[in-house]
């Protein structure tokens, strides 16, 4: 579908970082387990950007006439995100991060720095305005389908975070707001949707290298620039988890085809990407009269000698290849275990199978995630190096994982014993019974009941064995 005559797509990344705050010395919290104790409100108007002109995103947000409610918690928040005091100077943890994120990228970095005010108006920034500044510019990043070139590096302020909604109100939390973003735009120069999804997964892999980037569901966030031939360029915002980024690029355009159908006058806008893969309106396209210079930090230089001691870290997927001979791994495992620090921690605890360590922390919680819909953020560290000690130590077969890590999902109790290895001989008195009670039937029939029975405590190599020695 997406091989669409005229069909053009771009991502914008944006990535919260693992610092302190932007432009004050607040802790980046993101999600502050405090009870708030900070309360206020604000209503917001826009003003003329840098051409003198009011944006047209910005006059659509003021036009809505909403009262902007707040609340913050002192742990996390303080004057400057209230708009009640001046910037502090730019967190240097932050702009580090941003210059290695484009030296990465093989992006050109400015020699000068001018931070500047975006005009944002629905209540997300207490200010009216969001600070942005670029970064580097020219960067690119090589896909399987070609390379992708990157115009902008930038480094933001991230917003605040919506409650609830009424027709006259908002209600907002501030422990965001403040946390330093890096975006990274791309060209339109994605091929189809499995190409957009390989792309954001490729600037993902990028932004995790630095090791000084958040980490979890909504983190980091992608939004995809789409049109097709005859279609204004439309925004989508929201996604957060790359599988659903093909299907939803196909309904938009599925979406965007009828709309040319209707002859009706088109517009560029921003939508939102929805859970169910359809996309809804959210406001008109932002242009260039919403930016403004800011005029309370100074512009930051940056000098030759800065980027020079700038250390490169290494990226994932280098590390992975490294990972893949060293324990002579499945190349697709390893690109997952590297980022799990317990994988080497039990190759070099339990001389055992890499292959079987790696496939117990990788494959097998997703097995149960798919299967039995169970949430395997309740199987921890512990229960791993549980599984994985007692298959070292031949007290459970390997079969067994698989059956204790999903006990561990649901939340049940269970006692180790009741995994033990089967000996050689029981088994092969138990398969005898099974096959007599069972004459003529086919080997994988039997190979179901002798599973059935043994729930996980058989390997089931020995057993098929067994049941083609005696069928």
């Given at each position: ?44 108007r ?6 003198g ?14 009262k ?58 207490v ?28 480094l ?21 707001l ?21 792309t ?82 959210l ?64 190759v ?6 890499p ?117």
């Amino acid at each position: 579908m997406s091989d669409h005559k005229g069909f053009k797509c771009g991502l914008e990344i944006h990535q919260q970082l693992e610092t302190g705050n932007l432009f004050c010395r607040c802790p980046s919290l993101v999600n502050d387990p405090s009870t708030p104790n900070i309360f206020f409100s604000r209503k917001l108007r826009a003003s003329a950007g840098e051409t003198g002109e009011l944006d047209l995103a910005a006059l659509y947000e003021m036009k809505q006439g909403k009262k902007m409610f707040y609340e913050a918690c002192s742990t996390s928040s303080c004057l400057v995100e209230m708009d009640d005091e001046p910037p502090s100077q730019i967190n240097d943890d932050a702009l580090d991060t941003a210059l290695i994120v484009s030296m990465l990228l093989h992006a050109k970095i400015v020699d000068q720095i001018q931070v500047m005010r975006k005009i944002v108006v629905d209540g997300s920034n207490v200010s009216g305005f969001q600070r942005t500044m670029l970064i580097a510019t020219d960067g690119y990043i090589d896909t399987s389908k070609g390379r992708i070139s990157i115009p902008t590096i930038c480094l933001e302020e991230e917003s605040a975070k919506k409650l609830k909604a009424t027709h006259s109100t908002v209600n907002y939390r501030l422990d965001r707001l403040g946390v330093p973003l890096v975006e990274i735009s791309t060209s339109p120069d994605i091929k189809d949707a499995e190409h957009a999804k390989e792309t954001a997964s490729l600037l993902g892999m990028v932004l995790r290298s630095t090791n000084r980037v958040k980490r979890g569901i909504g983190t980091i966030r992608q939004d995809v620039n789409l049109s097709i031939e005859g279609h204004p360029r439309i925004e989508v915002k929201g996604f957060q988890e790359l599988r659903y980024m093909p299907q939803i690029i196909e309904n938009e355009i599925r979406r965007q085809q009828l709309e040319i159908q209707t002859g009706r006058a088109l517009s560029p806008h921003v939508r939102k990407a929805n859970p169910d893969g359809t996309t809804t309106f959210l406001r008109p396209m932002p242009g260039s009269a919403r930016m403004y210079p800011e005029t309370d930090i100074s512009p930051i230089t940056i000098s030759p000698n800065k980027i020079k001691l700038i250390k490169l870290p290494e990226l994932i997927t280098e590390k992975a290849i490294k990972l893949e001979k060293k324990y002579k791994l499945q190349a697709k495992l390893a690109r997952e275990v590297i980022e799990l620090p317990l994988f080497e921690k039990l190759v070099n605890k339990y001389k055992t199978d890499p292959n079987f360590i790696a496939q117990v922390l990788v494959e097998i919680p997703k097995e149960i995630e798919t299967r039995f819909k169970l949430d395997i953020k309740k199987i921890k560290d512990p229960d791993y190096e549980l599984v994985i000690r007692n298959v070292t130590e031949k007290i459970i077969p390997k079969s067994a994982a698989i059956e204790i890590l999903t006990k561990v999902a649901e939340g049940k109790q269970f006692n180790v014993s009741d995994f033990k290895v089967v000996s050689d001989t029981d088994l092969e008195k138990e398969i005898k019974l099974i096959v007599e009670k069972n004459k003529g039937a086919p080997i994988n029939g039997l190979m179901g009941e002798v599973m059935k029975k043994f729930k996980g405590k058989v390997d089931g190599k020995k057993a098929m064995e067994i049941i083609k020695k005696l069928a």
